[in-house]
């Protein structure tokens, strides 16, 4: 299939996934319901709802893919988790763009999220909507009306005009526009959609990255707060501490997915060649493997001295702590004392069963009232002390 005399216009987003994941995909779309933890009834709604045909499991370049359809949008999922929906120009790229971002958001999405729902949770800090944008939009002999045209209806404008080998990019935040000479080889779809995927990975990859550095410096501000602090008082101990393991389970997480995005840029690199490899060459893409390589491991290397400064404080509040419990030990043994000592004299004082107690009652009234006093007013005084008392940090 070629895109002579169309324009073409794709959607895509990248979740880092395996071929494990595409797998159950597949398996879903299939029919089995049995997926461990989920629900039946659920499953099959939701399997109802994408409503695809064509279903069909390929491998390509090394590359294992789900591709299906759904009136008049074409779906194709790489094991790597790259997903594109992808439509012809129906009338305007506004009602197209609404087509795909529909089926996306109240079809596709929903079924992966479901699928994938278990598992380790994703940090409230990485919580955010996934966005779909921007669009990517190929087409053979633009005229530049048609392109101004375009931009227009996502009032957005484009920040870099690349133009090399009969290829024209014009890229926004919101679009990217791929016009083509009519005889280029990228006119046939599964080319173009293979240099749409290895923009969307470098997109995303680029993304994530930013959203980790940002992330970073918010988790070291806040342990900072902590660690040049003159003092703490105890009662602030737990929440601050709760706060830091919050943080860890961040760092943990975002450290298993900076790994596993090494290793899918890795593969990706790996497998490419031939046409796909000769076209990332023609438009200087090819560096971009390498580049995002070395900021990730910037990152990585960054988020490990981030976590040593997290455990590094949690063991200081931890060594803190365990040194004012010894102090109120001690304290707690000098009390007992106390009490043995007044217990000594309590055992002086008379009782009602006692010859002397006419002679004595006021009086051992008095001392028993007296050492109760004492005790409730030195329990709620340490009580108060502890938790109002400021412990040096640095």
């Not at 083509?180 to 080319?191: F, G």
């Not at 410096?217 to 707060?225: A, F, G, H, P, V």
């Not at 830091?244 to 298993?256: E, P």
């Not at 008379?350 to 001392?367: G, K, Q």
Request: charged fraction near 25%.
């Amino acid at each position: 299939m070629a895109t002579n005399n169309k324009k073409i216009i794709y959607l895509g987003v990248w979740f880092q996934r395996t071929s494990l994941h595409l797998k159950e995909f597949r398996d879903f779309l299939s029919g089995q319901d049995g997926m461990i933890g989920l629900d039946k009834e659920k499953i099959s709604e939701l399997r109802k709802s994408l409503d695809l045909q064509d279903i069909e499991f390929v491998h390509d370049s090394n590359f294992n893919l789900l591709r299906a359809k759904n009136d008049g949008v074409d779906i194709s999922i790489s094991e790597d988790g790259v997903i594109i929906v992808h439509s012809e120009i129906d009338i305007d790229i506004e009602r197209t763009a609404k087509k795909l971002e529909t089926f996306f958001s109240k079809k596709l999405s929903p079924a992966l999220s479901y699928l994938y729902s278990r598992g380790a949770p994703l940090p409230k800090d990485l919580s955010s909507v996934k966005e779909l944008y921007p669009l990517y939009l190929i087409g053979s002999e633009l005229e530049k009306s048609e392109i101004d045209e375009m931009f227009d209806f996502i009032n957005d404008k484009p920040f870099l005009i690349e133009k090399k080998d009969g290829i024209e990019i014009q890229t926004s935040n919101e679009m990217v526009v791929i016009n083509l000479e009519a005889s280029h080889p990228m006119i046939e779809v599964d080319l173009a959609k293979k240099l749409i995927s290895n923009i969307i990975i470098f997109r995303e990859f680029e993304k994530q990255l930013s959203q980790y550095l940002n992330l970073h410096r918010t988790i070291w501000e806040s342990i900072s707060l902590v660690r040049e602090s003159n003092t703490l008082t105890l009662e602030k101990f737990p929440s601050i501490r709760s706060e830091i393991l919050g943080h860890l389970k961040t760092l943990s997480f975002v450290r298993a997915r900076l790994c596993q995005m090494k290793d899918i840029l890795a593969s990706r690199e790996e497998i490419i060649s031939g046409e796909e490899a000769k076209l990332l060459d023609d438009l200087d893409m090819e560096n971009r493997f390498k580049i995002l390589s070395a900021e990730q491991s910037y990152i990585l290397n960054l988020w490990d001295m981030t976590t040593d400064y997290a455990r590094g404080t949690l063991d200081l509040l931890d060594s803190l702590l365990n040194e004012n419990t010894q102090k109120e030990i001690s304290v707690l043994q000098t009390i007992t004392f106390i009490g043995v000592a007044t217990g000594f004299f309590g055992m002086n004082i008379a009782f009602p069963w006692n010859p002397e107690w006419p002679l004595l009652f006021r009086t051992s009234y008095i001392v028993v009232g007296i050492i109760m006093l004492f005790a409730i007013f030195t329990q709620f005084g340490l009580k108060f002390n502890f938790r109002k008392k400021k412990i040096k940090i640095k």
